[in-house]
């Protein structure tokens, strides 16, 4: 790995395990506000969106930020970093210990690098993926630093697939998996990219929702596909703040036609 990821890597795994920390102590002790567009903020997520943002501005000059809780107007940077300080802040609140912090690093204004932290499992995913940029960027996806992989299972009733609470429509008699709903858009996919599930749908997650994620679960060998239209690249000067980006995420291509079907019920 050069230098130049190196640097990258340390500086997303020390920057979340700090704010991790303090986040754990505030885990299931503070109260929530509703936002306009219905969802929950905290001030740990005020809190911790500001002291990443901080470490990035003093880090990497001149890359560009995007975060949930701040700027949502995507600068047309060549690097940015876009930020979810929290995702998953009503597990937060309640004291349920599934909820993560996540960085994606776009370039051209699309990720290729991707970093999840999970504090209450202890649990660490990054991941790389270049697509069809030539830049010299490492492979593969990670949780704790061990690689991992999607699962080549065929699906049945002994497996899963995770839902959003938006997308409980597909929901059938004949669906083919047991169904989970883990509440964090982001640890959706991710249980996608380390084989536990065979898929996921959210339906309405932003882009700091997916930054990371997309990179990762694609690094794992998974397959995204956006159900509406495409996130990435980002557009310079475009606001982000409404935008939704409905997504299929499965182990394999081959699991499209058995999921996609199910899909189709949803009005999106």
């Known amino acids: 790995m050069t230098e130049f990821w190196t640097t990258i890597l340390e500086f997303a795994q020390t920057t979340t395990n700090r704010v991790g920390k303090q986040l754990m102590q505030d885990f299931g002790q503070v109260q929530a506000l509703q936002k306009a567009d219905g969802s929950l903020v905290t001030q740990a997520d005020k809190w911790a969106d500001q002291e990443i943002r901080d470490a990035i501005a003093s880090t990497f000059s001149g890359y560009g930020i995007l975060s949930e809780e701040g700027e949502k ?3 047309g940077t060549e690097w940015c970093w876009v930020i979810d300080p929290l995702d998953g802040t009503t597990n937060f609140t309640r004291g349920i210990p599934i909820w993560s912090i996540s960085l994606g690093l ?21 991941g ?5 940029f030539e830049l010299a960027v490492p492979s593969g996806a990670f949780r704790n630093h061990h690689p991992i992989h999607t699962s080549g299972d065929v699906p049945s009733k002994n ?25 964090v858009a982001s640890y959706n ?17 932003k882009v ?61």
């Open 73 to 75: 107007t995507f600068p």
């Open 208 to 268: 700091w929702d997916i930054a990371a994620a997309w990179v990762i679960v694609q690094a794992a060998g998974g397959r995204w596909l956006s159900l509406k239209s495409e996130p990435f690249p980002l557009l310079a000067g475009e606001d982000y703040s409404d935008r939704s980006f409905p997504t299929l995420v499965v182990s394999r291509p081959e699991l499209i036609p058995v999921f996609g079907p199910f899909v189709e019920r949803l009005k999106i």
């Open 189 to 205: 996919f991710l249980t996608v990219a380390n084989g536990a599930t065979l898929g996921g749908i959210e339906a309405t997650p």
């Open 106 to 126: 776009l370039y051209q204004g699309t990720p290729i690098f991707g970093y999840i932290n999970v504090p209450p499992l202890n649990q660490t995913f990054h």
């Open 159 to 183: 497996h899963f697939f995770n839902l959003c609470s938006r997308s409980t429509a597909v929901i059938q008699q004949n669906f083919p998996c047991k169904i989970r709903m883990l509440g």
């Open 128 to 132: 790389f993926w270049a697509g069809s």
